[in-house]
């Protein structure tokens, strides 16, 4: 099952994992536009509706694109570091899913939403992103080619529950394994690393990540 558009219109992502995790671990509908409401009121003045991917936004942003770019923040990394209870695992058998963690560098895309959608957009997004809360949505700079852009990125929350800070061979064991509602974490690595390849990104942790993960699997 791939997550759609319809699902978020739906709430499905709510109800997955209200059902796996427990109703009161995942926000409600008023919960998630308080917190998009925070977060909008952070926004930058002069800031457009720029939206950093870099997981499954990458190749499944579910929501339409004025443009895309290449472009790279620093101070935060990608990093395989969040349990998924659900939708790339199960409460029996956790899966892993990524998020950005402080330190570093991050290659991704920005992606511009059309202005007129903007906001409507948000909030799906939120469905989608702060169903369990597990993100803390900040504004970033980024720089896409000469630009500099400030983007709306999704850094993980140490705090959460779901957090997990593991070493590579047990990221490799976890992602070897784990699958879920939305299908497997391995294919959610596999996904990333090709939607990278094709703005010609190449991420060392991925790869070595990726060759790890196939090692065990045979």
């Not at 709510?14 to 409401?37: K, P, Q, V, W």
């Amino acid at each position: 099952m791939t997550l759609s558009r319809r699902d978020l219109e739906l709430g499905l992502m709510r109800e997955l994992y209200a059902a796996t995790i427990g109703a009161a671990h995942a926000l409600d509908d008023e919960a998630l536009s308080r917190s998009l409401t925070a977060t909008l009121a952070a926004k930058p003045k002069g800031a457009g509706w720029w939206v950093f991917g870099y997981g499954s936004l990458l190749w499944n942003p579910l929501f339409p694109v004025a443009e895309a770019r290449p472009a790279t923040i620093h101070g935060l990394h990608r990093r395989f570091c969040l349990r998924s209870l659900a939708s790339r695992g199960t409460r029996e058998r956790p899966g892993l899913v990524l998020g950005l963690e402080r330190g570093g560098a991050c290659r991704g895309v920005a992606f511009r939403l059309p202005s007129a959608l903007a906001l409507d957009e948000l909030h799906l997004l939120w469905r989608r992103e702060m169903v369990v809360g597990s993100y803390q949505p900040v504004w970033v700079r980024v720089r896409a080619g000469e630009r500099v852009l400030t983007a709306l990125a999704f850094a993980v929350r140490r705090d959460h529950p779901q957090y997990a800070a593991l070493s590579m061979d047990e990221q490799a064991d976890t992602i070897a394994h784990a699958c879920g509602a939305f299908g497997s974490s391995c294919e959610y690595l596999t996904k990333t690393r090709s939607a990278l390849a094709e703005h010609g990104i190449v991420d060392a942790y991925l790869e070595r990540l990726a060759a790890d993960v196939t090692a065990r699997q045979r």
